[in-house]
Nanobody, 126 residues
């Protein structure tokens, strides 16, 4: 079973940058999409960005378009989220996810994301 481990979160001032990484324990070749989600206290989980594993095509939420960039390195079974021009409203726990996987996941962008990491906290101060 694929395990996902996020890293790179932290605290930064508004306008700053962070780069999140998500390493998979084994090949995610069975997962068509990988993505980043976030959840702030008291708010619903939000899909931030996704990437198609083979072609590399991407999709972004309007709230992060132009500021965040998702990328992948299939050889390293790793995806990244470069976050620039961070705002206080970007503060959340950020999760990496991959499509497929066991029961208990979430549907988003018309895809079932069943593999999830434990998350990494991003805090942006004004």
């Amino acid at each position: 079973q694929v395990q996902l481990v996020e890293s790179g979160g932290g605290s930064v001032q508004a306008g700053g940058s962070l780069r999140l990484s998500c390493a998979a324990s084994e090949s995610t070749s069975s997962s068509k999409y990988m993505g980043w989600f976030r959840q702030a206290p008291g708010k619903e989980r939000e899909g931030v960005a996704r990437i198609f594993r083979t072609s590399g095509s991407t999709y972004y939420a309007d709230s992060v378009k132009g500021r965040f960039t998702i990328s992948r390195d299939n050889a390293k079974n790793t995806i990244y989220l470069q976050m620039n021009s961070l705002k206080p409203e970007d503060t959340a726990m950020y999760y990496c996810a991959a499509t497929g996987g066991p029961y208990g996941g979430y549907w988003h962008w018309g895809q079932y994301f069943g593999y999830w990491g434990h998350g990494t906290q991003v805090t942006v101060s004004s």
